[in-house]
């Protein structure tokens, strides 16, 4: 037992340290910037063109080896017709991670939790891509949010569909004068 704390102990003190952080933000960058490019089918040397740099360079930056200032990163991003956002977080925020799909909805770990979003419950993501649905994030402490659809959820609507129902009506279209 006193092994398996230390090693958690190991793990926070990693984790809290600048370089770890660093390198994080860094493989994130680099993961969402490849997926880019498999969506586009962009080749390295395409990107280099685009950037007016060399393939080894692409290469190097795909690596996570590149010096990546924040004007490196806005420049690879919008070759990819993308654009970089930034925000901070407060440390104490939750990690959230689509987990699983089933046809009836999603399951989402926020931090330890797991919580289920169906479909019915949570309409706007039905027919959306597998892509769009694991790219979610958590900006701030109570706030989900899914980017790719243009979906933000308060986590306490999450945890309690049935206080926040979804009530969605058809509307009649009026039928211009005349026309019957």
Known sequence: MARNERYKGFIARTEASLEYQVATAV????????????????????????????????????RGEANFT????????????????????????????????SPQGLWLLLDERELFLSFDDFPSFRG???AQLFDVG??????????QLDVDLAVESVEHPER??????????AEPDGER
Not at 83 to 100: C, G, I
Not at 138 to 147: C, E, F, I, Q, V
Request: no cysteine; charged share 20%.
């Open 128 to 130: 959306a891509t597998v």
């Open 70 to 101: 924040l004007t490196t990163m806005v420049k690879a991003a919008a070759a990819l017709d993308a654009r970089v956002s930034v925000h901070v977080a407060p440390k104490a925020a939750a990690n959230a991670q689509v987990t699983s799909l």
């Open 164 to 173: 926040y129902p979804l009530i969605v009506r058809p509307t009649k279209v």
């Open 27 to 62: 493989i994130d960058f680099v993961a969402d910037l490849g997926e880019r490019m498999e969506q586009q089918g962009v080749t390295r040397a395409e990107l280099a063109r685009r950037l007016g740099s060399s393939p080894a360079y692409v290469t190097k930056l795909l």
């Open 138 to 147: 958590m900006p701030h402490s109570g706030h989900l949010h899914w980017p």
